[in-house]
């Protein structure tokens, strides 16, 4: 019985190496942390690196987008500028066009209105002229006409005189006379 109890004892000692190596063999397959404590660490410690690496790459992905956007917004900035200081000076192009036209209807008007009141003028003016001109010459006939009477007046006047002296000497010269056929009126 001793060999029995021998190996009795073998195949308990051989069965409870052969569990104590399966139980080891299957935390070191499942990686368990019972087996191997510092790679867990060590895989820990990497997962923070990665994490430390991916939080600066995102903290630099996060300043290059919001680099890129203030640029996209700094660019939108200036086209709207530009499209704004285009408006504005195609404005100002369509004012000053306006103003010339305004200016130009306005010189035109002017023109206008200076010509036709020309043309009324010589219009008036023409009648009221030749008005003038024959009123000017019936007034120079007129004229004439009185400075004829004038001198036929004066002339009638010195033969009334001289009559009168001859009719003077005739009477005698005592101061009477007689009358005479012509009297002055």
């Known amino acids: 019985m ?3 109890n021998s190996i009795t004892g073998a195949l308990v000692l051989l069965v409870v190496v052969m569990l104590v190596i399966g139980v080891f063999a299957g935390l070191a397959i499942s990686d368990s942390d019972l ?8 895989e820990a410690e990497r997962i923070r690196q990665e ?3 991916q939080a600066q790459r995102d903290a ?3 300043q290059t987008y919001q680099r890129e956007q203030e640029l996209r917004l700094q660019a939108l900035e200036q086209q709207r500028a530009d499209e704004q200081a285009y408006r504005q000076a ?6 000053h066009l306006l103003r010339m036209a305004g200016t130009t209807v306005m010189i035109t008007i002017d023109l206008a209105a200076l010509i036709l009141g020309i043309a009324v003028a010589f219009r008036v003016i023409a009648p009221a002229r030749r008005i003038w ?3 000017s010459a019936e007034v120079q006939a007129t004229r004439g006409q009185m400075r004829r009477l004038a001198r036929e007046n004066e002339r009638l006047l010195r033969r009334l005189n001289l009559l009168e002296q001859e009719m003077a000497l005739t009477e005698g010269g005592n101061g009477h006379r007689k009358e005479s056929p012509i009297r002055r009126a």
């Open 2 to 4: 001793l060999v029995n």
């Open 35 to 42: 087996v191997n404590p510092y790679r867990n660490q060590a």
């Open 51 to 53: 994490a430390a690496i």
């Open 60 to 62: 630099i992905d996060l």
């Open 90 to 95: 195609w404005q100002e192009a369509k004012l």
């Open 133 to 135: 001109i024959q009123s």
